[in-house]
Protein backbone atom coordinates (compact mmCIF):
# COMPACT_ATOMS: atom_id res chain seq x y z
CA UNK A 1 0.00 0.00 0.00
CA UNK A 2 2.94 2.44 0.89
CA UNK A 3 4.35 1.82 -2.46
CA UNK A 4 0.96 2.02 -4.31
CA UNK A 5 0.33 5.68 -2.38
CA UNK A 6 3.91 6.94 -3.30
CA UNK A 7 2.95 6.27 -6.90
CA UNK A 8 -0.03 7.79 -7.48
CA UNK A 9 -1.05 10.29 -4.60
CA UNK A 10 0.08 13.03 -2.61
CA UNK A 11 -0.82 12.01 0.65
CA UNK A 12 -2.34 14.58 3.31
CA UNK A 13 -3.99 14.22 6.21
CA UNK A 14 -6.54 16.72 7.76
CA UNK A 15 -8.45 17.30 10.91
CA UNK A 16 -12.45 17.46 9.81
CA UNK A 17 -13.12 19.15 13.27
CA UNK A 18 -11.51 22.31 11.62
CA UNK A 19 -11.66 21.68 7.75
CA UNK A 20 -15.36 20.93 7.78
CA UNK A 21 -15.60 24.09 8.79
CA UNK A 22 -13.28 26.56 7.81
CA UNK A 23 -13.78 29.58 5.96
CA UNK A 24 -11.09 29.61 3.71
CA UNK A 25 -10.03 27.08 0.48
CA UNK A 26 -8.64 24.79 2.44
CA UNK A 27 -12.50 24.53 4.19
CA UNK A 28 -14.39 25.00 1.24
CA UNK A 29 -12.07 22.31 -1.04
CA UNK A 30 -12.72 19.45 1.93
CA UNK A 31 -15.83 20.30 1.89
CA UNK A 32 -16.47 20.19 -1.77
CA UNK A 33 -15.29 16.86 -1.88
CA UNK A 34 -16.86 15.34 1.56
CA UNK A 35 -20.24 16.33 0.37
CA UNK A 36 -19.70 14.20 -2.92
CA UNK A 37 -18.05 10.89 -0.83
CA UNK A 38 -19.82 8.16 1.59
CA UNK A 39 -21.28 10.51 4.55
CA UNK A 40 -22.56 13.10 2.17
CA UNK A 41 -25.44 14.90 3.82
CA UNK A 42 -25.38 13.05 7.03
CA UNK A 43 -26.12 14.94 10.39
CA UNK A 44 -27.27 11.63 12.14
CA UNK A 45 -26.02 10.07 14.58
CA UNK A 46 -23.21 12.90 13.72
CA UNK A 47 -22.36 15.31 11.35
CA UNK A 48 -18.69 13.49 10.87
CA UNK A 49 -17.29 13.58 7.46
CA UNK A 50 -14.27 11.05 8.92
CA UNK A 51 -12.69 9.26 6.05
CA UNK A 52 -10.71 8.21 3.41
CA UNK A 53 -10.75 10.17 0.03
CA UNK A 54 -9.32 9.83 -3.20
CA UNK A 55 -9.87 13.43 -5.62
CA UNK A 56 -8.62 15.78 -8.00
CA UNK A 57 -6.51 18.94 -7.20
CA UNK A 58 -9.96 21.10 -8.12
CA UNK A 59 -12.11 18.79 -5.90
CA UNK A 60 -13.74 15.91 -8.00
CA UNK A 61 -14.53 12.89 -5.80
CA UNK A 62 -13.38 9.27 -7.46
CA UNK A 63 -13.43 7.23 -4.44
CA UNK A 64 -14.40 7.80 -0.89
CA UNK A 65 -14.67 4.99 2.28
CA UNK A 66 -14.70 5.30 5.91
CA UNK A 67 -12.37 1.90 7.39
CA UNK A 68 -9.58 0.54 9.02
CA UNK A 69 -9.31 -2.47 6.95
CA UNK A 70 -6.58 -2.09 4.37
CA UNK A 71 -7.93 -4.37 1.51
CA UNK A 72 -11.53 -2.32 1.79
CA UNK A 73 -8.91 1.07 1.68
CA UNK A 74 -6.65 -0.34 -1.12
CA UNK A 75 -9.56 -1.41 -3.35
CA UNK A 76 -11.02 2.66 -2.88
CA UNK A 77 -8.02 3.74 -3.80
CA UNK A 78 -7.30 1.49 -6.99
CA UNK A 79 -10.91 2.44 -7.70
CA UNK A 80 -10.31 6.08 -7.33
CA UNK A 81 -6.86 5.43 -9.80
CA UNK A 82 -9.06 3.71 -12.71
CA UNK A 83 -11.41 5.78 -12.79
CA UNK A 84 -8.72 9.07 -12.84
CA UNK A 85 -7.30 7.07 -15.91
CA UNK A 86 -10.83 6.54 -17.23
CA UNK A 87 -11.31 10.79 -17.42
CA UNK A 88 -7.82 11.59 -18.69
CA UNK A 89 -8.43 9.36 -21.54
CA UNK A 90 -11.48 11.31 -21.87
CA UNK A 91 -9.65 14.15 -21.84
CA UNK A 92 -10.87 15.23 -18.99
CA UNK A 93 -8.46 16.75 -16.27
CA UNK A 94 -10.38 19.14 -14.55
CA UNK A 95 -9.38 22.97 -13.90
CA UNK A 96 -6.06 23.87 -15.04
CA UNK A 97 -6.32 26.69 -12.70
CA UNK A 98 -3.16 26.80 -10.27
CA UNK A 99 -3.85 26.81 -6.89
CA UNK A 100 -3.12 29.40 -4.79
CA UNK A 101 0.58 29.81 -2.70
CA UNK A 102 -0.95 32.84 -0.76
CA UNK A 103 -4.69 32.53 -0.10
CA UNK A 104 -6.37 34.07 2.67
CA UNK A 105 -6.56 31.42 5.95
CA UNK A 106 -9.36 31.33 8.38
CA UNK A 107 -7.25 32.66 11.27
CA UNK A 108 -10.00 31.02 14.02
CA UNK A 109 -7.99 27.94 13.28
CA UNK A 110 -4.55 29.11 13.15
CA UNK A 111 -2.45 29.69 16.22
CA UNK A 112 0.79 30.72 15.70
CA UNK A 113 3.85 28.15 17.16
CA UNK A 114 4.95 29.89 20.67
CA UNK A 115 8.57 32.29 20.18
CA UNK A 116 11.56 30.41 21.84
CA UNK A 117 8.89 27.25 22.51
CA UNK A 118 9.59 23.54 21.55
CA UNK A 119 7.53 20.83 20.76
CA UNK A 120 7.23 17.20 22.49
CA UNK A 121 5.94 14.24 20.55
CA UNK A 122 3.22 12.60 23.22
CA UNK A 123 1.94 8.56 23.24
CA UNK A 124 -0.35 7.18 25.85
CA UNK A 125 -1.10 3.67 25.80
CA UNK A 126 -2.70 1.42 28.41
CA UNK A 127 0.16 -0.10 30.37
CA UNK A 128 0.70 -3.87 31.02
CA UNK A 129 -1.97 -5.49 33.78
CA UNK A 130 -0.81 -7.69 36.64
CA UNK A 131 -4.41 -9.16 37.00
CA UNK A 132 -4.56 -9.90 33.45
CA UNK A 133 -1.28 -11.27 31.56
CA UNK A 134 -3.84 -12.26 28.54
CA UNK A 135 -4.26 -8.20 28.24
CA UNK A 136 -3.12 -6.79 25.12
CA UNK A 137 -1.72 -2.68 25.40
CA UNK A 138 -1.15 -2.39 21.17
CA UNK A 139 -3.57 0.48 21.27
CA UNK A 140 -2.45 4.03 21.58
CA UNK A 141 -2.46 7.51 20.67
CA UNK A 142 -0.46 10.59 19.98
CA UNK A 143 -0.05 14.09 20.75
CA UNK A 144 2.12 17.03 20.41
CA UNK A 145 2.85 19.24 23.38
CA UNK A 146 4.05 23.02 22.84
CA UNK A 147 5.94 24.32 25.27
CA UNK A 148 5.93 28.29 24.92
CA UNK A 149 9.55 29.87 25.35
CA UNK A 150 9.02 31.20 29.45
CA UNK A 151 7.91 27.86 30.10
CA UNK A 152 10.48 26.38 28.55
CA UNK A 153 13.01 28.33 30.79
CA UNK A 154 11.43 27.42 33.59
CA UNK A 155 12.66 24.08 33.06
CA UNK A 156 16.34 25.26 32.69
CA UNK A 157 18.42 25.09 35.51
CA UNK A 158 20.03 28.25 34.89
CA UNK A 159 19.13 31.69 34.21
CA UNK A 160 21.25 34.46 31.82
CA UNK A 161 20.78 37.22 34.30
CA UNK A 162 21.08 35.08 37.69
CA UNK A 163 17.66 36.18 38.47
CA UNK A 164 15.60 33.01 40.68
CA UNK A 165 18.80 30.53 39.66
CA UNK A 166 22.29 30.65 39.53
CA UNK A 167 24.47 31.27 36.25
CA UNK A 168 25.72 27.98 36.10
CA UNK A 169 24.33 24.75 37.01
CA UNK A 170 25.89 22.61 39.74
CA UNK A 171 25.17 18.75 40.72
CA UNK A 172 22.04 18.63 43.39
CA UNK A 173 20.79 22.37 42.71
CA UNK A 174 16.75 21.74 42.94
CA UNK A 175 14.46 23.71 41.77
CA UNK A 176 10.03 23.97 41.25
CA UNK A 177 8.67 23.76 38.18
CA UNK A 178 6.01 26.90 38.18
CA UNK A 179 2.71 25.13 39.08
CA UNK A 180 0.78 26.70 36.05
CA UNK A 181 3.17 24.90 33.61
CA UNK A 182 2.16 21.84 35.02
CA UNK A 183 -0.96 21.98 35.75
CA UNK A 184 -1.38 23.19 32.07
CA UNK A 185 0.18 19.73 31.12
CA UNK A 186 -2.21 17.62 33.41
CA UNK A 187 -5.21 19.62 31.81
CA UNK A 188 -4.04 19.46 28.51
CA UNK A 189 -1.90 16.13 28.16
CA UNK A 190 -2.82 13.44 30.64
CA UNK A 191 -6.14 12.82 29.48
CA UNK A 192 -7.33 9.22 28.64
CA UNK A 193 -7.55 9.27 24.52
CA UNK A 194 -5.85 5.29 23.86
CA UNK A 195 -9.61 4.10 22.54
CA UNK A 196 -10.75 7.22 21.13
CA UNK A 197 -11.22 11.14 22.36
CA UNK A 198 -12.37 12.46 25.76
CA UNK A 199 -12.24 16.23 26.46
CA UNK A 200 -9.78 17.84 27.81
CA UNK A 201 -10.01 18.29 32.02
CA UNK A 202 -11.43 21.45 32.93
CA UNK A 203 -9.23 23.76 35.38
CA UNK A 204 -11.08 22.71 38.32
CA UNK A 205 -10.84 19.10 37.52
CA UNK A 206 -6.94 19.30 37.88
CA UNK A 207 -6.85 18.61 41.83
CA UNK A 208 -2.79 19.14 42.17
CA UNK A 209 -0.09 18.71 40.42
CA UNK A 210 3.51 19.31 41.31
CA UNK A 211 6.62 19.31 39.52
CA UNK A 212 10.10 19.25 40.83
CA UNK A 213 13.32 19.43 39.47
CA UNK A 214 17.06 18.69 40.52
CA UNK A 215 20.74 18.44 38.96
CA UNK A 216 22.14 15.04 38.80
CA UNK A 217 25.23 15.39 36.25
CA UNK A 218 26.95 18.23 35.07
CA UNK A 219 29.70 18.64 32.67
CA UNK A 220 30.79 21.41 30.05
CA UNK A 221 28.08 21.42 27.48
CA UNK A 222 25.63 18.72 29.27
CA UNK A 223 23.57 19.27 32.53
CA UNK A 224 20.80 16.32 33.47
CA UNK A 225 17.67 17.24 35.31
CA UNK A 226 15.86 14.60 37.08
CA UNK A 227 11.64 15.28 37.32
CA UNK A 228 9.73 14.17 39.51
CA UNK A 229 6.27 15.02 40.83
CA UNK A 230 2.43 14.26 40.67
CA UNK A 231 -1.24 15.33 39.36
CA UNK A 232 -4.21 14.06 39.52
CA UNK A 233 -7.16 15.08 38.03
CA UNK A 234 -11.26 14.14 38.03
CA UNK A 235 -14.41 15.35 36.41
CA UNK A 236 -17.61 14.43 38.01
CA UNK A 237 -20.19 12.70 35.60
CA UNK A 238 -21.54 14.95 32.96
CA UNK A 239 -24.33 13.11 32.32
CA UNK A 240 -24.18 13.17 28.19
CA UNK A 241 -25.00 10.60 26.16
CA UNK A 242 -23.08 8.98 23.21
CA UNK A 243 -24.98 9.43 20.18
CA UNK A 244 -23.75 6.44 17.73
CA UNK A 245 -24.10 3.80 21.10
CA UNK A 246 -26.89 5.86 23.15
CA UNK A 247 -25.29 4.88 26.44
CA UNK A 248 -24.95 7.21 28.96
CA UNK A 249 -21.89 7.70 30.67
CA UNK A 250 -22.49 9.18 33.68
CA UNK A 251 -19.94 8.51 36.61
CA UNK A 252 -16.79 10.38 37.32
CA UNK A 253 -13.10 10.04 35.62
CA UNK A 254 -9.96 10.88 36.48
CA UNK A 255 -5.95 10.10 36.44
CA UNK A 256 -3.93 9.90 39.39
CA UNK A 257 -0.15 9.98 37.71
CA UNK A 258 3.07 10.30 38.70
CA UNK A 259 5.61 12.18 36.93
CA UNK A 260 9.09 11.70 36.11
CA UNK A 261 11.36 12.95 33.63
CA UNK A 262 14.85 12.90 32.33
CA UNK A 263 16.12 15.89 30.48
CA UNK A 264 18.86 17.32 28.85
CA UNK A 265 20.36 21.20 28.82
CA UNK A 266 23.34 21.99 26.60
CA UNK A 267 24.26 25.54 28.61
CA UNK A 268 26.50 26.78 25.84
CA UNK A 269 23.80 26.98 23.11
CA UNK A 270 21.40 27.74 25.59
CA UNK A 271 19.15 24.85 24.24
CA UNK A 272 17.64 20.85 25.52
CA UNK A 273 18.37 18.66 23.43
CA UNK A 274 16.94 15.82 25.35
CA UNK A 275 13.50 16.09 27.31
CA UNK A 276 12.06 12.39 28.04
CA UNK A 277 9.08 12.90 30.41
CA UNK A 278 6.43 10.01 31.58
CA UNK A 279 3.57 10.75 33.58
CA UNK A 280 2.07 6.80 34.78
CA UNK A 281 -0.36 5.85 37.47
CA UNK A 282 -4.33 5.14 37.77
CA UNK A 283 -7.01 6.04 35.23
CA UNK A 284 -10.85 5.10 36.09
CA UNK A 285 -14.12 6.22 34.35
CA UNK A 286 -15.35 6.85 30.78
CA UNK A 287 -15.66 9.61 28.31
CA UNK A 288 -18.40 10.04 25.58
CA UNK A 289 -16.31 8.94 23.09
CA UNK A 290 -13.16 7.10 24.60
CA UNK A 291 -14.63 3.89 24.29
CA UNK A 292 -14.31 2.51 28.52
CA UNK A 293 -17.69 2.54 29.43
CA UNK A 294 -16.44 -1.66 29.78
CA UNK A 295 -13.66 -0.94 31.50
CA UNK A 296 -13.94 1.81 34.03
CA UNK A 297 -10.70 0.75 35.85
CA UNK A 298 -8.97 1.88 37.89
CA UNK A 299 -6.12 0.57 35.07
CA UNK A 300 -2.89 1.27 34.68
CA UNK A 301 -2.08 3.85 31.61
CA UNK A 302 1.35 5.53 30.77
CA UNK A 303 1.77 9.56 28.78
CA UNK A 304 4.99 9.43 27.52
CA UNK A 305 6.87 12.58 25.63
CA UNK A 306 9.87 13.01 23.79
CA UNK A 307 11.39 16.19 22.44
CA UNK A 308 10.72 16.63 18.33
CA UNK A 309 12.22 18.38 15.72
CA UNK A 310 10.53 20.91 14.07
CA UNK A 311 9.73 20.16 10.76
CA UNK A 312 6.06 20.02 9.32
CA UNK A 313 5.17 16.55 10.11
CA UNK A 314 5.75 17.35 13.89
CA UNK A 315 3.85 20.53 13.86
CA UNK A 316 0.35 19.12 14.11
CA UNK A 317 -1.34 21.32 16.23
CA UNK A 318 -1.75 19.97 20.11
CA UNK A 319 -5.76 18.41 19.97
CA UNK A 320 -6.79 21.71 22.43
CA UNK A 321 -4.78 24.29 21.05
CA UNK A 322 -8.21 26.37 20.21
CA UNK A 323 -9.99 25.37 23.41
CA UNK A 324 -8.15 27.76 25.88
CA UNK A 325 -4.74 25.65 25.79
CA UNK A 326 -2.78 28.53 26.36
CA UNK A 327 -5.32 30.68 28.47
CA UNK A 328 -3.86 30.61 32.09
CA UNK B 1 36.47 -2.05 50.62
CA UNK B 2 34.67 -2.54 54.13
CA UNK B 3 32.41 -5.17 54.62
CA UNK B 4 29.49 -2.32 55.23
CA UNK B 5 30.09 -0.52 51.66
CA UNK B 6 30.46 -4.02 50.28
CA UNK B 7 27.01 -4.57 51.38
CA UNK B 8 25.52 -1.66 49.81
CA UNK B 9 27.53 -2.11 47.18
CA UNK B 10 25.78 -6.00 47.18
CA UNK B 11 22.62 -4.60 47.76
CA UNK B 12 23.04 -1.93 45.11
CA UNK B 13 24.07 -4.60 42.61
CA UNK B 14 20.63 -7.25 43.66
CA UNK B 15 17.95 -3.96 43.61
CA UNK B 16 19.80 -3.56 39.90
CA UNK B 17 19.16 -6.96 38.60
CA UNK B 18 15.61 -6.55 40.06
CA UNK B 19 14.88 -3.52 38.32
CA UNK B 20 15.48 -4.79 34.98
CA UNK B 21 13.77 -7.95 35.96
CA UNK B 22 10.24 -6.26 37.40
CA UNK B 23 7.84 -6.46 34.68
CA UNK B 24 6.19 -3.66 33.39
CA UNK B 25 2.86 -4.36 34.60
CA UNK B 26 4.47 -4.13 38.34
CA UNK B 27 5.89 -0.76 37.54
CA UNK B 28 2.57 0.27 36.25
CA UNK B 29 1.63 2.02 39.55
CA UNK B 30 4.80 2.36 41.60
CA UNK B 31 7.09 5.35 41.54
CA UNK B 32 10.59 4.79 39.19
CA UNK B 33 13.29 4.34 41.12
CA UNK B 34 16.13 4.18 39.11
CA UNK B 35 16.61 5.59 35.53
CA UNK B 36 17.13 1.95 34.09
CA UNK B 37 13.28 1.48 35.54
CA UNK B 38 12.31 5.22 33.59
CA UNK B 39 13.67 4.13 30.49
CA UNK B 40 12.34 1.31 30.24
CA UNK B 41 8.63 2.38 31.03
CA UNK B 42 9.46 5.53 28.95
CA UNK B 43 10.34 3.49 25.94
CA UNK B 44 7.77 0.41 25.94
CA UNK B 45 5.02 3.05 25.16
CA UNK B 46 6.51 4.26 22.15
CA UNK B 47 4.97 2.51 19.21
CA UNK B 48 7.73 -0.24 18.09
CA UNK B 49 8.74 -0.55 14.51
CA UNK B 50 5.91 -2.65 13.14
CA UNK B 51 3.46 -0.18 14.45
CA UNK B 52 4.93 2.60 12.55
CA UNK B 53 5.24 1.06 9.32
CA UNK B 54 2.67 3.82 8.16
CA UNK B 55 4.76 6.68 8.70
CA UNK B 56 6.62 5.61 5.97
CA UNK B 57 4.59 7.06 3.64
CA UNK B 58 5.27 11.12 3.55
CA UNK B 59 2.29 12.90 4.63
CA UNK B 60 1.55 16.14 4.13
CA UNK B 61 -0.57 17.83 7.08
CA UNK B 62 -1.95 20.51 5.20
CA UNK B 63 -4.83 20.47 2.08
CA UNK B 64 -3.85 23.38 0.05
CA UNK B 65 0.50 22.33 0.74
CA UNK B 66 -1.12 18.96 -0.78
CA UNK B 67 -3.33 20.43 -3.38
CA UNK B 68 -0.42 22.63 -4.47
CA UNK B 69 1.96 19.55 -4.81
CA UNK B 70 -0.24 17.31 -6.94
CA UNK B 71 -0.69 19.74 -8.91
CA UNK B 72 3.14 20.16 -9.83
CA UNK B 73 3.00 16.17 -9.77
CA UNK B 74 0.11 15.94 -11.96
CA UNK B 75 -1.03 13.51 -8.92
CA UNK B 76 -4.14 12.90 -6.89
CA UNK B 77 -4.43 13.94 -3.42
CA UNK B 78 -5.11 10.74 -1.32
CA UNK B 79 -7.00 12.71 1.59
CA UNK B 80 -6.98 11.05 5.17
CA UNK B 81 -9.17 12.78 7.31
CA UNK B 82 -10.51 12.33 11.11
CA UNK B 83 -11.63 13.20 14.08
CA UNK B 84 -8.32 15.25 15.05
CA UNK B 85 -5.16 14.94 12.54
CA UNK B 86 -4.21 11.66 12.00
CA UNK B 87 -0.27 12.86 12.36
CA UNK B 88 -1.34 14.15 16.04
CA UNK B 89 -4.15 12.92 18.24
CA UNK B 90 -7.43 11.53 16.61
Redo the contacts between chains.
Keep these: MIDFIAEHFVPVTTNINHSQHRKDLEGKYFRKIAEQGHYAGRTKPTATRQGLYVATVDGHLLASVNSTQADEVLKMMKQGVAKWQQRQALGMTGSQKKVRKTARVDKNYQVPFPEGGLVLGEVCRDLPRSDDPSFKNWRHNFDHVWLTGKEVAMFKPVSADGRGKPKKASKGQQYEIDEAVIRRLAQFHFVDQVNGEASSWDESDVKYAVLKAEVVEVAQDRVKIKLNGRAKCVKPPTGNRNPLSGTRVDKERGVDLKVSGYLVFNPKSDRFTSFDMLAHGQRWGAAVYNFRQRDMGPEPIGFAFRLLETKPENMVQPKFLLWGYFDN | MSKDLFRIFLLSLTSTAMLFAT???????Q??KS?AA?RK???????AAN?E?WR????????????????E?K????????????????
Aim: hydrophobic share 45%; aromatic share 10%; net charge positive.
Design positions: PLAAQSTALEFLHDSLFPEKQTPWVPSIATGRRMAQRRLLFLWAMNGDPLGCV
